[in-house]
């Protein structure tokens, strides 16, 4: 069974541009998650998508912003990029079978993307 | 919202040594508490966790705690290896009704020294 997927690895931008990070679950997971990694900060929540739908919603800036296709595939996009926005940015996907209905809660972390900003 | 905070953030334990990395969380109704291993360059990965209504968990030569009126969880590593060696987030969450949205600490990099 694959795992997470995330497109591209590696991206250098210049401040000001924008950036397109692509994600696809594994196969059946329909919870996808974003969060972005810095030393010294961690795992800081950007966004979780459901069924299409943005379900939650961290504390970011509007710069910030995702969508989740019907195939359950996801991208978030940066735009007007700063030098803070050097990060890596984790996605993650999650069995669900619908709201209220148990499930482990487990993340499947991909690799991520290591974007440089200068 | 919930604020997770991990101790100690750099941890140094010879090869047999136990390690133990604790963590606070502040909003009490939180419920779930993962502890993710990353590796370099790799993402996260779960390695145990343990849900509000127990308060201990253990999986072989990993263990965790919970003491729901302290507000506090902690990870047990015994006889480790140098393959433990790695950064390990805990991560707090709320009843899945909500979503998955988990709150992490801030990562502790554990070595292990063969």
Same mark, same amino acid.
């Given at each position: ?5 995330? /497109?591209?690895?590696?991206?250098i931008k210049t401040r000001g541009q ?14 996808? @998650?974003?969060?972005?990694? /810095? ?11 459901? @069924? ?27 735009? /007007?990029l700063?030098l803070?926005d050097s ?28 974007l440089t900003v200068l | ?8 953030? &750099? ?8 390690? $133990?990395?604790?963590? &606070? ?14 590796? =370099?360059?790799?993402?996260?990965? =779960? ?6 209504? $127990? ?10 705690? =919970?003491?729901? &009126? ?9 006889? &480790? ?5 790695? $950064? ?19 990562? %502790?990099? =554990? %070595? $292990?020294?063969?």
């Amino acid at each position: 069974k694959a795992g997470v997927t995330q /497109t591209p690895r590696y991206l250098i931008k210049t401040r000001g541009q924008q950036v397109t990070l692509s994600c696809s679950p594994i196969s059946g997971h329909r919870s996808v @998650s974003w969060y972005q990694q /810095t030393p010294g900060q961690g795992l800081q929540f950007l966004f979780e998508y459901f @069924s299409e739908t943005q379900r939650n919603k961290g504390n970011f800036p509007g710069r910030f912003s995702g969508r989740q296709f019907s195939n359950s595939r996801s991208e978030m996009n940066v735009s /007007t990029l700063e030098l803070g926005d050097s990060a890596l940015y984790l996605c993650a996907s999650s069995l669900e079978l619908g709201t209220g209905v148990a499930y482990t809660g487990e993340l499947f972390f991909g690799e991520g993307s290591r974007l440089t900003v200068l | 919202g919930e604020n997770v905070e991990q101790h100690p953030s &750099t941890l140094s334990v010879q090869e047999g040594d136990s390690a $133990v990395i604790k963590c &606070t969380y502040s909003d009490s109704a939180s419920n779930y508490f993962p502890w993710y291993k990353q590796e =370099l360059g790799k993402g996260p990965q =779960l390695i145990i966790d343990i849900r509000s209504n $127990v308060g201990e968990k253990k999986d072989q030569r990993i263990a965790v705690t =919970l003491n729901k &009126t302290a507000k506090h969880f902690s990870l047990h590593i015994t006889e &480790t290896q140098p393959e433990d060696s790695a $950064v390990y987030f805990c991560a707090a969450s709320k009843p899945p009704n909500t979503g998955n949205q988990f709150y992490f600490g801030t990562g %502790t990099s =554990l %070595t $292990v020294i063969p």
